[in-house]
């Protein structure tokens, strides 16, 4: 039986952000076969126990819905508010590979936010994967090549939106309206490009509980990370992120205090990251994106 309960039309929605799902976990706390990626792509990462656990707490609570609950609400009531949507950025294979299965056992389902110059790549997903019929997943995009959008130019945001859009629509043969903002960077600007190409549902990095289809292009997700204890996740499935809340605004007021790159350089030291280790875009420039046949 599934976990999935019924979208009312006012539902509130608890946007969970995962990343990777991996197998196991080192003796030293980092995942095997990904010691070359930066801690701030890492940092993300959730091993299959874990994940299992999370899952287990999720389809217990029964507030869980699906991607096409949002699109198509049925308004017969709003006991279980706030809902929860698990969502997944980049497109990395474990979520497909390990988490799927782990979803299925449950009875959930989540969204998945495909980089598209990355499909292929070992690390993410296939072509021949993203065209399977029985998927636990709803397929959205997360741009072309990851590249932070608030950072380009119009043409270039444009490009990475519109190409991505077309891309995994020729793929899965059917329209793809569901974005994820790459690193969560965006502006009014970027917003409104979006909008202007298609997409009815733009899921943010920012912590807030999302109003049914009044926030559909600025939906608040949780970012679940390799340290999110289960209490966490209870906690938010209750609708409860005033914590996160509180962090992001303190983040966000250092940002414009120190300014975007003296801000990294700090965020740099604290993950511990190494000259040398790749970033997600890294990813991108180094492999040649698959070509749809």
């Not at 799902?21 to 890492?42: K, Q, W």
């Not at 299992?52 to 096409?68: G, K, P, T």
């Not at 903002?181 to 549902?201: F, K, L, M, T």
């Not at 943010?204 to 049914?212: A, F, N, R």
Request: net charge negative; hydrophobic share 35%; with cysteine.
């Amino acid at each position: 039986m599934s976990n999935l309960a019924t979208s009312p039309n006012n539902v509130q929605v608890v946007g969970l952000m995962y990343h990777n799902v991996c197998t196991n976990r080192g003796a030293d706390g980092g995942f095997p076969g990904f010691e070359a990626l930066s801690p701030s792509i890492t940092c993300y990462f959730v091993d299959e126990v874990t994940f299992e656990r999370h899952c287990q707490l999720i389809a217990s609570s029964e507030r869980a819905i699906n991607f096409d609950q949002l699109n198509n609400p049925n308004s017969e009531d709003s006991v279980f508010n706030p809902r929860v949507l698990l969502t997944f950025d980049d497109g990395w294979r474990g979520t497909v590979d390990v988490g799927g299965p782990v979803l299925e056992k449950h009875g959930l389902h989540g969204l998945l936010f495909v980089t598209t110059d990355l499909i292929g790549h070992p690390d993410f997903v296939s072509l021949e994967t993203l065209r399977q019929g029985d998927l636990p997943f709803s397929v959205g995009s997360h741009g072309m090549s990851h590249r932070l959008l608030a950072e380009l130019s119009d043409a270039d945001v444009e490009q990475e939106l519109a190409g991505s859009k077309s891309l995994l629509e020729d793929i899965l043969g059917k329209e793809v309206d569901s974005l994820a903002y790459p690193g969560g960077s965006y502006d009014g600007r970027v917003q409104e490009i979006a909008r202007n190409v298609g997409y009815r549902w733009i899921f943010t990095s920012k912590p807030h509980v999302s109003q049914g289809t009044s926030d559909r292009l600025q939906m608040g997700r949780l970012a679940v990370k390799s340290n999110t204890s289960d209490e966490m996740i209870a906690r938010w499935l209750c609708g409860d992120v005033r914590r996160e809340q509180t962090r992001e605004i303190v983040l966000s007021a250092a940002k414009r205090v120190m300014g975007r790159r003296f801000y990294r350089s700090i965020r740099t030291r604290l993950l511990s990251e190494q000259r040398g280790q790749l970033e997600m875009t890294d990813l991108s420039d180094q492999f040649l994106p698959a070509q749809v046949k």
